[in-house]
């Protein structure tokens, strides 16, 4: 058994930082080395090795893999769905060219894995609306879907022509207490159980009866590391896997919110986002990843708000 380096990218965001820990807890906190632009999360802070690092720069990414002995590497770095709408030519040029390093990278170092996220935002208004299916009509309409569905094909293609183990999910909106989100349209489902606890309300840039694919932190992360561990043999997907865990409504889960908070109050407000969220699926097939290496959610929604809560009081 060859002893696996990890190296994880975009360590410090709202996946990192608990993929991190993860990590650490199964491999050993020496064998996973953090890395981020920013500054080391409180949360990582004593329990692995921690590096500075731009993903950007190539070189300096090479010289980390190469001096760390990497032999698996996580990129988690990316400019999300609202805030890329905001600056698109920036969220192609970060999105797209941190993959290109990696991957460039991992071809050469003989990296014996890549993890890389995709997400629901490669589907688009003509993507079919209920259990969206693994293959299907993709035509996405914000820069955070094109890099992603452009950054499926890149990992399909290193693999095929290259023989790189990349794997992938395409993760729907994610839900933590631990870190906070990052700049996604489906970033309200952590931000209402925050404003529920402080204020006793909560106002939604959403309308309410806007239904997405949503999943509890610890099953994405389980469900990473569940793929990432599968046999190379089972991984009949090489783009990326749809995955869920639940879907939901603002007034859904503020109706949960209120058996526990009974005063709890939210006021609809829809900026931007909405023309965004209404483009995705209201929910997802996941049926491939059940089948090729048996996937299966933990977290409802019920189980989810009575966890948050407990976690955030």
């Not at 190539?58 to 999300?80: D, S």
């Not at 290109?100 to 993890?115: D, F, G, P």
């Not at 859904?252 to 900026?271: S, T």
Request: some cysteine; overall charge negative; glycine content about 6%.
């Amino acid at each position: 058994m060859i002893k696996e380096k990890i190296l994880v990218i975009g360590a410090c965001g709202q996946i990192g930082v608990e993929l991190t820990l993860e990590l650490r807890r199964i491999y050993g906190g020496a064998q996973v080395v953090a890395s981020d632009l920013r500054e080391e999360n409180e949360l990582l802070k004593g329990t692995g090795p921690y590096v500075s690092l731009d993903v950007m720069n190539k070189e300096m990414l090479h010289v980390q893999v190469i001096r760390q002995n990497i032999t698996q590497i996580y990129l988690l770095a990316a400019i999300l769905s609202a805030t890329g709408e905001k600056n698109p030519n920036l969220a192609w040029h970060l999105n797209m060219q941190s993959l290109l390093n990696v991957l460039e990278i991992a071809k050469e170092e003989n990296i014996h894995k890549v993890y890389w996220p995709s997400s629901i935002a490669v589907f688009g208004p003509t993507s079919p609306k209920k259990n969206c299916p693994q293959q299907t009509i993709i035509e996405p309409i914000t820069v955070y879907g094109i890099s992603k569905y452009a950054g499926e094909f890149w990992c399909n293609y290193y693999n095929h022509r290259y023989n790189l183990d990349v794997r992938s999910l395409r993760y729907p909106g994610l839900i933590s207490y631990k870190s906070q989100p990052g700049g996604g349209t489906t970033d309200y489902a952590v931000e209402i159980f925050y404003d529920a606890f402080e204020q006793k309300k909560y106002k939604c840039f959403l309308k309410e009866n806007t239904y997405l694919p949503m999943m509890y932190m610890p099953d994405a992360i389980r469900a990473t590391i569940e793929l990432m561990e599968a046999d190379a043999k089972n991984i009949s997907v090489r783009t990326s896997y749809n995955i869920s865990g639940m879907s939901f409504s603002p007034k859904e889960i503020g109706d949960e919110i209120k058996k526990h908070i009974p005063d709890f109050k939210i006021i609809y407000e829809p900026d931007y986002r909405q023309t965004i969220a209404e483009s995705w699926p209201q929910s997802i097939d996941d049926s491939v990843a059940k089948k090729d290496w048996k996937w299966k959610p933990h977290f409802d929604l019920s189980l989810m708000t009575t966890e948050m809560l407990e976690n955030i009081q």
